[in-house]
């Protein structure tokens, strides 16, 4: 099949998907779940073997992917992603009589799904964007990462098992793969939006494209993220030997190739760090990179941070084996916060891999009013305080809320919740456009809004009809209930 | 005072303006729409003259104007568009432990809007982009539309009085003029978004503009549509004479300068239509035209139409007179379903002013397979039908709601009520991101979504809180809740 085949499937198929009731969609969904788990053993070896990952990550990494299209199996079901707003006919309404108005959220049709290096089941064939196209009633067409060729053709033969033993039409979930036919599937218009995890560069990239079509679409890109993380003085006279261990270990987990990975940590001045630090990393055990590019992108970055005159703290090396592959332990450098505003992007961008910069600040208001400017565009921003500090670090707490999509406090931002509260996104270039790609929230990005004006009860989807067979939430606004003004002028 | 000036006012004012409470900003919102109306007739005069538009519909939109900074006062006050949702840490989550997670909508930052030409009030300075974005927190640089420039000036003059009395921080909205200046505006790095309503052409490029940004924002673009209308062989049959004249009254209205304007009307072969049609064009007054601009834009592409050889039913010409700009009265013209088929961009295409095209069509079928392929992306479809045939259309009606966001039964598309359940927007061109323009949904627009993980209550929002302050709407996920998948597992 090509890939010219495959979406041409996919988009036969959207309207009966689309058309499917919540019951069915859900119970396709489950099914997916349960065929990834009935070939566990197997894909988890497929992916030991393409990404160097371990089998215990891979197997949390099957659970949780098993678990996100439950979950939004679950969300199916429920219905409140329809957003259903009904406002009843009003011959007396403040502007001028209002019809009956229905709205609703639809799908947008056929998905292309971009599959992630770094998670080969959770973000990839039957991962996070997968699962919440297809609860929005979308069919998926994804494009294969090659990082892990034999996983995702395996996977998406047990998805396509699930759609066939659910009775959903052909076509629903396809697998294409191949560079160029990546960059030709989004330009081709029976595509109505796209989702991708990886590098800014690519991300950017794949965005353009999807901005030069005819008929534009929605391109979701989750690219480049530093997720800084500050450190208060209090913070290290409580507990400064934990906070810089749990650090390493952050960074250190899957060897750093994590769009979560604390690229910088802010410290203070006259913190005791480097022995700490040392002798967390140096016990980390060396870790193959996922793929031959991100081994080179991870070399190049590296040695760019390390050019740029950082001073190392730990060196975790870079081997290239035999097969172009590199092995690493993290690298761990300081820096401080005067010369890091002087840096450019060789020093601020990410560096994807176990690397991680330390810098050093004078005072949390530097920090405060340096974040900003430094790093616009984050997932995650995090801080490690004592509970005395709680009032003077608001500011901060604000300031990280502008900057980053996810913020935390005495945590960690590896390690991402699967959740209706979770926020996976953030301002450019965390995202391409804001919405999140993690947790329920993540089924927006493939709605959109249908309104339908007087139409007869015998031609509204159920969820917008008076009888609401499927039992739905459902906002409505009763004729005469918009005359408040009055009462809002006199409260306010 | 600069467009850099309006736009440094505007950042320095937005920490400030985000940290409004409900209260604060709805009394904002009201405080405008007081000032709008105590100055309502010098504001409906500077429209009169600056646009060639009537008092009745001045006054109207003006009335229209107030209602909508009142409707997002009460959007702001009841909360729901905050979206809060709040995880409880749950130490036996499914896929490991979760940590309190608070997820709520917060305002994106300084938002640019550019005035249309075709709603001086409702969608320009105070229009409904300006309501919205206040109404999410964000301050507002308005790029005024040089179509009405006293009008503007006033407008804005109006708002900053009501910041003002109400305490509002200095810089929350401002006014800008002049085409460079709007473009750089969007280049400018301080802005967060920005919302435009005009031409395809136009718009087409300030995206582009806003997607090369270093850091690229959100641009909502509401662009061209044709707003398709079918008339089924029952419905002609049955109250023909009426659909037509309904239809050259909609099409007439403020000379068809509106979005919503039916750009195609459907009728069966066989139907009787160009003496109904004459006879209700003849009695449309002549009416000026909005700008010079839209004045030639009218006369190219009714041109561009009339060229490609379509009948004309009813040639309400056009005038220029001495100050350059047209007067017209609508010009009706007739082709055949397959002629539409075999045409190009030049009939396709949006004419903005009084001109629509009648297309006879032989089948429903017919028109149900060619809607999505002639016209791909709208804000409305229409059919007008009798009772018997509700069975029969359902396809019909299934592929309007793949073109178009508001989807209407037996009404016109022109006048758009302002309410929860409104969509303005729909597929590309129609708009760039899928959103809406008008109603209370538009707030989206301007929020991203932030979680806070483990933050103590007294650093959190007031709306994301435990003793929830602000009486918003929290959605709660209690720990343990989620153990449902067996119970699921075994309903589907």
Redesign the interface.
């Known amino acids: 099949m090509t890939w010219q085949d495959t979406i041409a499937a996919a988009a036969a198929a959207a309207?009966g998907y689309a058309?499917t009731d919540p019951?069915e969609r859900?119970?396709f969904l489950?099914a997916a779940a349960?065929e990834l788990e009935a070939c566990a053993p197997e894909l988890v070896g497929l992916g030991m073997a393409e990404t160097g990952l371990g089998e215990a990550r891979l197997t949390?990494e099957l659970?949780?992917t098993a678990?996100q299209l439950?979950?939004f199996?679950?969300v199916v079901?429920e219905g409140?992603y329809l957003?259903v707003?009904?406002?009843e006919a009003d011959p007396g309404?403040?502007?001028?009589p209002?019809?009956d108005?229905?709205?609703m959220n639809?799908p947008?049709?056929p998905v292309l799904v971009y599959a992630a290096s770094n998670f080969p089941l959770a973000f990839s064939v039957a991962g996070g964007d997968t699962a919440a196209a297809l609860a929005a009633g979308c069919p998926v067409v994804v494009k294969g990462h090659s990082g892990h060729p034999g996983l995702s053709a395996r996977t998406a033969e047990a998805l396509v098992t699930a759609a066939r033993r659910t009775g959903m039409p052909d076509g629903v979930i396809g697998l294409i793969t191949g560079q160029q036919a990546g960059i030709e599937a989004l330009q081709d218009e029976r595509i109505?939006a796209a989702s991708f995890t990886g590098s800014t560069r690519i991300g950017a990239m794949l965005?353009?494209t999807a901005?030069e079509r005819p008929?534009?679409?929605?391109f979701y890109g989750e690219l480049g993220s530093v997720n800084p993380v500050v450190v208060t003085p209090a913070a290290v006279a409580e507990r400064g030997a934990a906070i810089l261990e749990g650090f390493v270990t952050s960074v250190a987990g899957s060897a750093g190739q994590l769009c979560t990975k604390p690229g910088f940590l802010f410290v203070p001045d006259a913190a005791s760090t480097d022995d700490v630090i040392r002798a967390a990393a140096d016990v980390v055990p060396e870790h193959r990179l996922l793929t031959r590019g991100t081994s080179a992108g991870y070399v190049d970055r590296r040695g760019a941070v390390l050019a740029a005159g950082a001073h190392v703290i730990a060196d975790g090396g870079v081997r290239t084996d035999e097969d172009g592959f590199v092995w690493a332990r993290p690298t761990l450098v300081e820096t401080t916060l005067s010369e890091l505003v002087a840096a450019g992007p060789d020093v601020l961008d990410e560096v994807f891999g176990p690397f991680s910069v330390l810098v050093r600040y004078d005072s949390l208001a530097d920090v405060t009013s340096a974040l900003p400017v430094l790093f616009?565009?984050n997932l995650t921003a995090s801080i490690h305080l004592a509970?005395s500090e709680?009032?003077t670090?608001?500011p901060l707490?604000?300031a990280m809320?502008?900057i980053?999509?996810?913020?935390?406090?005495?945590?960690w931002p590896t390690?991402v919740?699967?959740?209706?509260?979770?926020?996976h996104?953030?301002?450019?270039?965390a995202t391409?456009?804001?919405?999140?790609s993690v947790?329920t929230?993540a089924i927006g990005r493939f709605?959109?809004?249908?309104?339908?004006?007087?139409?007869?009860a015998?031609?509204l989807?159920p969820a917008v009809r008076d009888d609401n067979p499927w039992g739905v939430p459902q906002?409505r606004?009763p004729a005469g209930a918009?005359t408040?003004?009055g009462e809002?002028?006199g409260?306010?």
């Open positions: 309207p058309a019951g859900a119970r489950v349960e949390g659970r949780r678990y439950r979950l199996a679950e079901v409140a957003d707003r009904i406002d309404f403040a502007i001028g209002r019809p108005l229905r709205r639809v947008v049709g109505k965005a353009r901005a008929s534009p679409i929605q616009p565009g509970e709680t009032p670090v608001a707490i604000e809320s502008r980053a999509g996810r913020v935390l406090v005495n945590g390690g919740s699967v959740s209706p509260a979770m926020q996104g953030g301002p450019s270039p391409t456009i804001d919405s999140t947790g929230a709605l959109r809004g249908v309104c339908y004006q007087s139409v007869p015998s031609l989807p906002r606004s918009s408040s003004w809002l002028t409260r306010y």
